[in-house]
């Protein structure tokens, strides 16, 4: 671990640890008009912070705190009910939450009996639908109806408005739907306007707007979260939801750093560590986030969880795909898939055959090829991905493939490259017509992306330098998209495009690796 990338890293962790904790604890300020007793209000009201922050673990212990303080707190126990549910990621305890709403009173009168004010009991009658009877999608919109009806009754009420606006997010079950999150992120920023410290409302605001598209509506927002909350990691990290959409590296790997913890020794493959990674890797320092690979598997426990194997075959498909290394060390690592999502198993396929394929290997790759289609056939999303990731790259690899056993030949042989060609294709519309996904893709090379480079080798220099600008229009700042803009527009003649890119990939790689800088120049700009 004595490498100068870590010793700086935990320098600075440590740094930002120490300011962190020289001051009181900072979450935001709200206000949340109650009846519990003067005793419980600091651990509520931290805890409502805390589950604005999605800090759900803190948060619930912080409620029990509160019921510690006021055993008949009835909002003590709806606060800790709502750490069971997260809704932009379709996740809900339902078990959990009765539980907890059962140790307030054995029936839904006898917890309303227990909610002093008509607005209380209109709070708690909420989690009464979260987790009565029904379907999910039926309670989330029932749901979300009653903090609207909360919120109208009282237009002034922050907290109600900033609830509202999340469970709008929550009602597409972890698909985002474009029109709702816009209406979600207006009311997130009339929450933030009349208070500009509101934990909740930065939050929302970034998960409104955290796709390339509207990141720029978010990024005041971004600015302000890690300053809002800078006690809650999850703080720290949501900034980079539009950093990394705007192309931000070194704001995402910073503010990664921070979120991932000052002991290093605890980094694991995750939700922070897998971001940090992905920046790492877009500013070309290729060696650093090697290391970061290596340590996050090396401190993983013997039985690591599904969302460390995950975020683990993310990081090593980056490692190999975005460093171009087709012999990288870490295509020896076989990754334990079992249990996990279609996504997560597909990447690591993809990722073996994808450099199989570079490294002139047809038959390995035809085989991933295979397996991929066996994969696919089971189209189970989880967390940790899209069962549509599967798809998307099955046709990119079934395309290569084609395509290699088409050069060069006449007749059939060649019939199979433009079969190839038209798979790629396919995959690019098909990439086209999926909501927007935020983060590291999971369709790790993407197919604009590919497909340009395939294009660039063929000579069709103009119709490169296209599918490279509509990659970039999805994932901005993207370094190796931006190296093929460039040089697709050197070949094309576009010397001003050309330029610009150049521009962009020179910031990108301000503290890239050498060696990884020579490759490249090697094979021109």
């Not at 005793?39 to 029990?64: M, T």
């Not at 897998?274 to 650093?288: I, K």
């Not at 249990?339 to 198993?345: S, V, W």
């Not at 006449?410 to 690019?428: F, N, P, S, V």
Request: proline letters at 6%; charged letters at 20%.
């Amino acid at each position: 671990m004595n490498r100068p990338l870590i010793r700086a890293l935990v320098a600075a962790l440590l740094f930002a640890a120490t300011s962190r904790a020289s001051a009181q604890e900072q979450l935001g300020v709200i206000v949340f008009p109650n009846s519990g007793s003067a005793a419980a209000q600091p651990a509520f009201l931290r805890g409502v912070k805390l589950l604005h922050s999605f800090e759900f673990d803190d948060a619930a212990a912080s409620f029990r705190q509160a019921q510690q303080q006021d055993p008949g707190f009835a909002l003590a126990y709806w606060g800790e009910a709502m750490t069971y549910t997260h809704g932009l990621w379709n996740e809900q305890d339902l078990v959990a939450a009765r539980a907890v709403l059962a140790r307030l009173g054995a029936t839904p009168a006898e917890r309303q009996a227990k909610a002093p004010t008509p607005r209380e009991q209109a709070w708690l009658a909420s989690a009464e639908i979260l987790y009565g009877d029904g379907p999910k999608a039926k309670r989330d919109t029932l749901f979300s109806l009653a903090l609207e009806q909360l919120s109208n009754a009282d237009p002034a009420d922050n907290e109600a408005l900033s609830f509202y606006a999340l469970s709008l997010m929550s009602l597409s079950q972890a698909v985002r739907n474009v029109p709702t999150y816009m209406r979600a992120g207006a009311l997130a920023q009339e929450v933030l306007r009349r208070n500009p410290e509101h934990p909740g409302a930065a939050h929302y605001v970034i998960h409104a707007f955290d796709d390339p598209v509207h990141a720029p509506i978010g990024l005041y927002a971004a600015q302000r979260y890690s300053q809002i909350a800078p006690s809650a990691d999850h703080a720290q990290h949501m900034t980079t939801h539009i950093f990394l959409a705007l192309g931000m590296w070194p704001e995402v790997v910073r503010q990664n750093v921070i979120a991932a913890g000052p002991d290093s020794s605890r980094w694991r493959p995750g939700h922070y560590t897998s971001w940090m990674h992905y920046g790492l890797l877009q500013e070309g320092r290729y060696a650093d986030a090697r290391r970061i690979i290596e340590m996050t598997r090396a401190n993983m426990p013997a039985q690591p969880s599904p969302g460390s194997r995950s975020y683990l075959v993310l990081m090593r498909a980056q490692q190999v795909i975005d460093a171009e290394e087709w012999n990288d060390p870490v295509l020896k690592w076989k990754p334990d898939t079992a249990a996990l999502g279609t996504a997560p198993q597909a990447i690591e396929v993809f990722t073996t055959g994808f450099a199989a394929f570079k490294r002139g290997n047809p038959e390995a790759a035809s085989a991933a090829v295979e397996q991929l289609a066996r994969i696919n056939a089971q189209g189970r999303s989880d967390r940790y991905g899209r069962a549509e990731t599967a798809v998307a790259l099955e046709r990119e690899l079934r395309g290569l493939v084609h395509i290699g056993a088409g050069r060069g030949a006449q007749g059939m042989a060649l019939l199979r490259g433009a079969q190839g060609m038209t798979l790629l294709r396919e995959a690019t519309t098909f990439e086209d017509g999926l909501a927007a996904e935020y983060g590291p893709p999971d369709i790790v090379k993407p197919t604009h992306e590919l497909l340009g480079e395939v294009l660039l080798a063929q000579g069709q220099s103009a119709e490169a330098q296209k599918e490279f600008t509509h990659a970039l229009a999805m994932a901005p700042g993207r370094s190796l998209s931006l190296l093929g803009l460039a040089r697709a527009a050197r070949a094309a003649g576009d010397s001003s495009v050309a330029e610009r890119a150049e521009a962009m990939l020179k910031q990108n790689w301000n503290d890239a690796d050498p060696a990884g800088l020579a490759k490249y120049s090697a094979r021109g700009p």
